[in-house]
């Protein structure tokens, strides 16, 4: 199997700089930091990202990234986050936001995988897209979570006008079904974009 594409989305302004190795170092650098810590066989398909801050206020580190899934629709790559300090790396649909300013505070989203990340700076969101919801991570940390949307994949078809479009299937139905969330609330809108269903969940 043809290793996946490596994803690269700046789109938002940071204060890091980083490059993705093809293989860890064999001479580590002073700073080196694990996701998740609790991980086992690390080794093992891992994500290898070195990270320079831009005002060089502490040397580079390398972040080892535990792999999700060897799967081409589980994403891997970077991206710039809505806090210009911190860094979203996916290994393989596992999704870590990371603290360039300080490596040992990040987080590791509770989708596996995540199928799909979508920039939104208009929003200030990053858009993190699950077999069944979406997650906004925004710049102070989560901003919500949207009801379910789909039994078996969500696809985003449109974001204009603080809305975002898409479809998902209904395992009732067997039918593809439509939806629209507020941009800024992540629950669902009727006809009626004032009058809002879902709930966060």
């Known amino acids: 199997m043809t290793a996946p594409e490596r994803i690269?989305?700046?789109?938002?302004?940071?204060?890091?700089?980083?490059?993705?190795?093809?293989?860890?170092?064999?001479?580590?650098?002073?700073?080196?930091?694990?996701?998740?810590?609790?991980?086992?066989?690390?080794?093992?398909?891992?994500?290898?990202?070195?990270?320079?801050?831009?005002?060089?206020?502490?040397?580079p580190f390398l972040a080892t990234c535990a792999l999700g899934f060897r799967d081409p629709a589980a994403p891997t790559g970077?991206?710039?986050?809505?806090?210009?300090?911190?860094?979203?790396?996916v290994s393989g649909g596992y999704a870590y936001l990371i603290d360039t300013t300080a490596?040992?505070?990040f987080a590791m989203l509770a989708y596996r995988p995540v199928l799909e990340v979508r920039a939104v700076p208009g929003a200030g969101l990053l858009l993190f897209v699950g077999h069944w919801s979406?997650?906004?991570?925004?710049?102070d940390g989560q901003a919500w979570e949207s009801a379910r949307l789909s039994d078996e994949g969500v696809t985003i078809t449109g974001i204009e006008d603080g809305a975002l479009r898409g479809t998902g299937w209904a395992m009732r139905t067997d039918k593809e079904t439509t939806f629209v969330l507020d941009l800024r609330t992540g629950q669902t809108m009727g006809d009626d974009p004032a009058a809002k269903v879902g709930q966060p969940g």
Do not use: K, Q, T
């Open 8 to 59: 690269l989305d700046f789109s938002f302004a940071h204060r890091w700089g980083a490059e993705i190795l093809p293989a860890r170092p064999a001479i580590l650098p002073a700073r080196h930091f694990v996701y998740p810590r609790e991980v086992e066989e690390i080794d093992r398909g891992a994500l290898e990202v070195l990270v320079r801050r831009e005002d060089e206020s502490a040397p």
């Open 134 to 139: 979406i997650l906004a991570w925004g710049r």
């Open 78 to 89: 970077l991206w710039s986050a809505p806090h210009p300090d911190w860094l979203c790396a």
């Open 103 to 105: 490596p040992e505070r």
